[in-house]
């Protein structure tokens, strides 16, 4: 169990430190620690239409795997049923004095 809970502390830990690794895929500044159930979200080419892309990235250690429910995230995103949700909220028209 000890040496359980110690590989999922370490997994914990070393996500806050992934961006910055060689092999992360994208660049520290383009990414946005999420946490759970997905780590980090991203985006490249925000100035393109045409090539703007959202990247969803998990980070694992060792020998860990996907959670069930992070594999049907993964499953989802795959098959294209990612949608945009735009919520608007009226802006207080008080005005102090």
């Known amino acids: 169990a000890k040496k ?13 430190f992934a961006p910055f ?10 990414v946005t620690f999420l946490g759970k159930p997905i780590d980090y ?11 703007c892309t959202v990247h969803f990235i998990e980070v694992k250690s060792g020998k860990s795997q996907l959670l069930k ?9 795959l098959a294209g049923r ?4 735009e919520v608007r909220v009226k802006s207080n028209k008080k005005v102090s004095s």
């Open 82 to 85: 990612v949608k945009w949700h």
């Open 41 to 51: 979200v991203g985006y490249t080419s925000t100035d393109s239409k045409e090539d």
């Open 69 to 77: 429910h992070q594999r049907n995230i993964k499953k989802a995103i």
């Open 21 to 30: 690794l060689d092999t992360f895929p994208l660049r520290p500044e383009d």
């Open 4 to 16: 359980r809970s110690g590989a999922v502390q370490w997994g914990l830990a070393i996500e806050n």
